[in-house]
């Protein structure tokens, strides 16, 4: 059996980083491993045991270049509306599409987070 662990963003400033995930998705650290080069984060929320894992790197001088941002990570919430009106007051939702009923925030390095709502998405609970 897989199952998906996590998925890596690397970020410029771990502390604005974690303040981001945490006002506009609620999610929480699980658990860390800081060494003398970098730090690694593990964010989590309290559903699907899915983590966001946020890579520091202490000598890094420049943001990442993010290419064509082509790629993006997707969310499902029961709370659309509630969510999307934290993210217009957050002044962090970077596109909409309401024909597919669905919006994107960008993060403070520029990675792409998708919002979904739970009825246009048929995610299935996580079972162990």
Not at 72 to 85: I, K, Q, S
Not at 98 to 107: C, H, K, R, V
Request: net charge negative.
């Amino acid at each position: 059996m897989l199952r998906f662990a996590h998925f890596n963003f690397n970020v410029f400033n771990l502390e604005r980083s974690l303040e981001f995930y945490r006002k506009a998705l609620n999610l929480h650290v699980v658990r860390e491993t800081k060494k003398e080069a970098f730090t690694i984060v593990y964010l989590m929320e309290d559903t699907t045991g899915f983590e966001l894992e946020l890579t520091w790197l202490k000598d890094r001088t420049e943001p990442y270049d993010l290419g064509e941002k082509e790629f993006h990570l997707a969310l499902v919430t029961d709370e659309y509306e509630r969510m999307h009106a934290l993210h217009r007051d957050l002044g962090c939702i970077c596109f909409e599409n309401p024909a597919m009923g669905i919006y994107f925030i960008e993060d403070p390095d520029g990675y792409w987070i998708e919002i979904v709502p739970a009825k246009k998405h048929p995610i299935k609970e996580r079972t162990a």
